[in-house]
Antibody
Framework: EVQLVESGGGLVQPGGSLRLSCVAS????????MTWVRQAPGKGLEWVAN????????YYVDSVKGRFTISRDNAKNSLYLQMNSLRAEDTAVYHC?????????WGQGTLVTVSS | EIVLSQSPGTLCLSPGESATLSCRAS???????LAWYQQKPGQAPRLLIY???SRATGIPDRFSGSGSGTDFTLTISRLEPEDFAVYYC?????????FGQGTKVEIK
């Protein structure tokens, strides 16, 4: 069974940093593109970033470019999202998902709240 | 930047009825990269349709997708109680992903 479990969310002040993790199991992690998708409270889904199997390609939504970095450790079956210079508008549940262009498995998400 | 516009915002229907959800792209997109998801309250989204018309693993055949170019449709025939949820279309292209704003299907 495919499982994706996120962690690392929490309350952070504007301008602060946070690192999200996603641990994968039940499939060959190193063979898959991976993606982060977020959902602000009561709002729709927003694609954030994705990363190729070997980290040779990484793409971001414009609103997080230069602030967020997606990475992975295939030996640990783990996906990461380093978030710096956080803003109030980054407040959301962050989901990791399997896939690069379509997302066939999702984690339950971890809540990031940016507030003073 | 491709924008996906979904309509209607809310659909009020009864179990057993059919639902037709629309997703319109701001420019022509490849059907190969058009997907639909279902999300219930407190749950992660679930992939329903990919490639505009292919059902994902385990998805009942009452869910069907169609369309090309800028206009895509998700049809749910014979709504079951568990189908009342929010539905999102999604496209990937030019190294960017984008979602529509969602259509809520609620019980009449």
């Amino acid at each position: 069974e495919v499982q994706l479990v996120e962690s690392g969310g929490g309350l952070v002040q504007p301008g602060g940093s946070l690192r999200l993790s996603c641990v994968a199991s039940g499939f060959t992690f190193s063979s898959n593109w991976m993606t982060w998708v977020r959902q602000a409270p009561g709002k729709g889904l927003e694609w954030v970033a994705n990363i190729k199997q070997d980290e040779s390609e990484r793409y971001y939504v414009d609103s997080v470019k230069g602030r967020f970095t997606i990475s992975r450790d295939n030996a640990k079956n783990s996906l990461y999202l380093q978030m710096n210079s956080l803003r109030a508008e980054d407040t959301a549940v962050y989901h990791c998902a399997r896939g690069g262009s379509r997302f066939d498995s999702w984690g339950q998400g971890t809540l990031v709240t940016v507030s003073s | 930047e491709i924008v996906l516009s979904q309509s209607p915002g809310t659909l009020c229907l009864s179990p057993g009825e059919s639902a037709t959800l629309s997703c319109r792209a701001s420019q022509s997109v490849s059907s190969s990269f058009l997907a639909w998801y279902q999300q219930k309250p407190g749950q992660a989204p679930r992939l329903l349709i990919y490639g505009a018309s292919s059902r994902a693993t385990g998805i009942p055949d009452r869910f069907s997708g169609s369309g090309s170019g800028t206009d895509f449709t998700l049809t749910i025939s014979r709504l079951e109680p568990e189908d009342f949820a929010v539905y999102y279309c999604q496209h990937y292209g030019y190294s960017q992903g984008t979602f529509g704003q969602g259509t809520k299907v609620e019980i009449k």
